[in-house]
């Protein structure tokens, strides 16, 4: 079945980039995201990109995806202490339907 | 964006009864919607699948007749966890799909609701 996975744990200084990355195993996956979560909250969808994309930026959100080895990253640029979150990368399976969540990486960010 | 409401947020019951958590869609009308549960420090699972004015499908391990989904409405869920035990404390998510909405990001998420069964 399809499968999601990810690093569960990051720690950057305030300015730093941050990278968390993710690896997928439906290669019919269509769409990948990018969700954030913050304590005690529901998710907020960061950022998306489509199957046939290689990149996507979104000010300080860079989405790469390699197809190929099903591999998806997601780079935030000058990282904040208000970065400080769990990111979920998510694909949408071959059901169509269905959204399939990694376990979340915890991003800490040290002042 | 859209926005779907989770009510209550928190709720503490005793063991033995049964709670009753609402999701609805504000400003869209939701054909589908999926009730998720996250344990702590984990990812999200995905309990089951409702279609409006049908059964909910339900995920394989998931109790049905312990987890009562009701899709009653276009913009409006529930999920009854019946006779709660301390083992279904958990954060509870619901998401909405928006079928007017594109391929992207069209599935919009509760804030989530926390259960705690003493």
């Known amino acids: 079945g399809e499968d999601v996975e990810q690093s569960l744990f990051l720690s950057v200084r305030e300015g730093d980039s941050s990278v968390i990355n993710c690896t997928y195993t439906?290669?019919?996956?269509?769409?990948l995201y990018w969700y954030k979560q913050e304590p005690g909250a529901g998710l907020q969808l960061l950022t998306y990109?489509?199957?046939?994309?290689d990149m996507k930026q979104d000010q300080r959100l860079t989405v790469l995806l390699n197809k190929k080895d099903k591999h998806l990253s997601l780079r935030i640029a000058d990282t904040q202490t208000g970065d400080s979150a769990i990111y979920f990368c998510?694909?949408?399976?071959?059901?169509?339907?269905?959204?399939?969540f990694g376990a979340g990486t915890r991003l800490f960010v040290k002042a | 964006g859209a926005v779907v409401s989770q009510h209550p947020s928190r709720v503490i019951c005793k063991s033995g009864t049964s709670v009753k958590i609402e999701c609805r869609s504000l400003?869209?009308?939701?054909?589908?919607m999926f009730w998720y549960r996250q344990f702590p420090k984990q990812s999200l699972m995905l309990m089951a699948t409702?279609?409006?004015?049908?059964?909910?499908?339900?995920e394989q391990g998931v109790e049905k007749d312990k987890f009562l989904i009701n899709h009653a409405s276009l913009t409006l869920s529930t999920l009854t966890v019946a006779s709660a035990h301390p083992e279904d404390s958990s954060f509870y998510i619901c998401?909405?799909?928006?079928?007017?909405?594109?391929?992207?990001?069209?599935?919009?998420f509760g804030p989530g609701t926390r259960l705690t069964v003493t």
């Open positions: 998510a694909e949408k399976g071959t059901g169509g339907f269905k959204t399939i």
């Open positions: 998401s909405a799909r928006d079928p007017q909405a594109g391929g992207v990001g069209e599935q919009y």
């Open positions: 439906d290669s019919s996956s269509t769409y």
């Open positions: 990109i489509f199957s046939n994309m």
């Open positions: 409702s279609n409006e004015g049908s059964k909910a499908t339900y």
């Open positions: 400003d869209f009308q939701a054909t589908t």
